[in-house]
């Protein structure tokens, strides 16, 4: 059985480990900063966080370039294994997931092949990276439609996009950015005002704001670096595509990011009715 720990206080994921999965093995795949206000503001202060997932006599799995000594300090403490696994030379930080998923699994005894063919055949979460071709705006226009909203926090978000930029072919089209924010995620929110500010959207020609806590953004849209965020009033996808169909006027590539709960789940379940899925 293969299960995820959604935990995120420090404490309610030392008992899920404990107390209710007790898994004999654990994996870390990455020390990313998000759930900053729950699980801290530096790599070091996430890693101790996540660090509290490790029981007594569980192996833990780390790839090398997300071990910290938070993890190996945590083990000792309990009597737990740290096993690190090399990081592959892999096009994308998804082919790299799949390789450490095998890794683990040879350690198991199960073979690579087996294992990246199971990979291959599970079915994609609601929240996976899809892609989708759709007709928008009058006259209509073929425009590529792009969720990436469960990556969440900005590092995960631009490896998402260097991703894409492997995969997908721009075909001529303007990046276009629409960015969910949510009401319980307010810390988010400020990690993605800063990622603006720092020149995260450069390559954007626009970029659009939906959720919650639109109405702080008046008083930023003339704050850092181009392009502008513009706040979206609109609650429903039909609405929220047809204003920004209109306000960009030709066919762009438009990619979620932010949030999918709330309004992301919905673009997304929009987007799957009027779109035909585009393979990556």
Request: glycine share 8%; hydrophobic share 45%.
């Amino acid at each position: 059985m293969v299960t995820e720990m959604m935990s995120i206080q420090p404490e309610c994921l030392a008992a899920e480990s404990r107390c209710l999965l007790r898994p004999q093995f654990l994996v870390v795949t990455n020390v990313r900063i998000d759930h900053r206000e729950e699980m801290g503001r530096t790599k070091t202060e996430i890693a101790r966080s996540l660090s509290a997932a490790v029981r007594p006599g569980t192996t833990v799995f780390i790839p090398k370039s997300e071990w910290y000594p938070e993890f190996e300090a945590a083990a000792g403490r309990v009597g737990a294994r740290i096993i690190i696994l090399q990081n592959t030379a892999a096009g994308s930080f998804f082919d790299e997931d799949s390789r450490l998923a095998a890794a683990v699994a040879s350690h198991l005894g199960v073979s690579e092949a087996a294992a990246l063919q199971g990979i291959s055949a599970a079915a994609a979460d609601f929240g996976s990276l899809k892609v989708w071709e759709a007709e928008l705006g009058v006259p209509a226009a073929t425009w590529t439609l792009v969720s990436a909203f469960a990556a969440n926090e900005p590092e995960s978000s631009r490896l998402v996009l260097e991703h894409l930029e492997q995969r997908l072919a721009p075909n001529g089209r303007p990046l276009v950015g629409i960015l969910n924010f949510r009401a319980d995620r307010g810390d988010r929110t400020r990690q993605w005002l800063a990622a603006h500010g720092q020149g995260f959207f450069s390559g954007f020609r626009s970029v659009y704001v939906v959720g919650a806590h639109i109405h702080s953004l008046n008083i930023r849209r003339r704050t850092g670096r181009p392009p502008s965020l513009i706040p979206l009033p609109d609650r429903t996808p039909p609405a929220i595509m047809e204003k920004i169909a209109s306000m960009e006027g030709a066919a762009s590539r438009l990619i979620g990011l932010g949030n999918i709960g709330g309004i992301g789940e919905a673009l997304v379940e929009h987007w799957q009715r009027i779109g035909r899925p585009h393979a990556l």
